[in-house]
């Protein structure tokens, strides 16, 4: 469908030859008073047919014109951010929903803390403040290009479902920051949301701005593995986003939150789905050792050493999205008022953090030693502690899974400092342990630390689609509930 087609579906007028007047409180479900602003309008009237052609170009390839059991925000309540239904996915009603207003609120941190929050951008802090949208923003597109191909090899329907459910909302996010950029940063904003459309994940001239977003997702396991650990980390800038004292920016980000939790949620059952799958192969069999990797792969199920190198893969790579745990600009925007921390208003001290110190690892003198640093220039470290806190959860009750199976093996998170390419560990070579290595050491050992040749073919020797409605690949079981409490043969996407 051409964009053309798709602005004229619900004209409200039509006037002269080319001015075509949308409803846009019918086509875009939103609680900003779209309607009543004649520039926003326009400057999304422009956007919205260069959005749509990113979408069909760059968007889940080769299911465009299938129909798709989603759900779609209309609303900020709790009766209107989930309705289901079944569209095409380049009909999906991406809308810019804001949580309500709270009276009052005033900034929560840094050097204006207690003054009433801003609902315009202040001068001094444009710059800044622009950056911070467009790095949040440019990541959202950038996950749905890195997911393109997954629709062929889905494991089920539901799986199927579940990736476009996040793929259409990682859109939605898109159009919650270009509105942002387009109501509040003029001309400047309206290049912005242009060129959030032209980088591209991956592309050498024009790459996406974050390393993790230019990495291929090239299996399912890679993306439960990153809807798991690298929608997290979106939690946890969201969450840092959401304390902002520009409340335009903290009642958006509160919004996407409640759709983040869907992802991490997609990404958690994945894996703990494809454990259970592994587990149960496993026991069918007798077999006992989960090191016994040529036995388990017979099965036709992901031996669980394999699923430890994807996710300290996908783990360290996120970690690097955290920038310097050391950061003097981490500093100036939590200062200024514009980023906070994660659960700002719940932690107990001053909010200004003007003595404060904060351990940060690191290594020094060939030791990875534990230093005080001021706490203002750790706020990247503290966000990182956090975020390694908030995944352990989900790691545990992966175990859970494998322990009540009865099979002996734990995942672990590696190592703050394994892998890294960004931060205090940058180029240091520490095992996922935590052990300082040579450089040989390190090179033997690679292939049992992260995903190997060997372990991708296999991996791709299972990405077998399977599209029959209520049944599952080989390596993945079913999950325990459908989405919306839909029964098990449930055909969540029909295929055209
Ligand atoms: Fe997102
Ligand atoms: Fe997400």
Known sequence: MSSVETLTENPVAVSGDHFVEVNYDDRIPNNVALSSDKQLQRALETWRPKYLDWWNDMGPEGFQESSVYLRTAVGVDPSGWAKFGFVKMPEYRWGVLLAPKIEGRTIPFGRHKGETAWQEVPGEYRATLRRLLVV???????????QRYLGATA???????????????EGRHLWAIVYLLVKYFGKDGREEAQALLERCSGQEDNPRILGAFNERTPDWLSF??????????????????????FDPLSRTCRFMLTEEAHHMFVGETGVQRTIEATCAAMNRAGIKDPNDVEAVRKLGVVDLPLLQ????????????????EISSNAAETFSSGLKGRFNEANLKDDHVLADAT??????????????QIPALRAINARLLDDYIADCQGGVDRWNKVIEKAGIAFKFVQPHKGFNRKIGEFAGCRISPAGELLTEDQRLAQSGAWLPNDDDMRFIDSLMNPCREPGKYA???APPRVGINNQPGDFEYVKIY
Do not use: C
């Open 136 to 146: 949040q923003g440019d990541t959202e597109p950038a996950s749905v290009e890195q």
């Open 155 to 169: 494991p089920s329907l539901y799986d199927m479902r579940n990736l476009f459910q996040v793929n259409v909302e």
């Open 224 to 245: 439960f593995m990153f809807t798991f650990f690298t929608d997290r980390d979106g939690k946890m800038q969201l969450a840092a986003l959401a304390e902002s004292g």
């Open 309 to 324: 190198r994807k996710a300290n893969f996908h783990i360290s790579v996120t970690r690097d999205l955290f920038g310097s």
């Open 358 to 371: 904060y351990p940060v690892m690191r290594v020094a003198d060939g030791k990875i030693v534990e230093e």
């Open 474 to 476: 080989s390596w993945i």
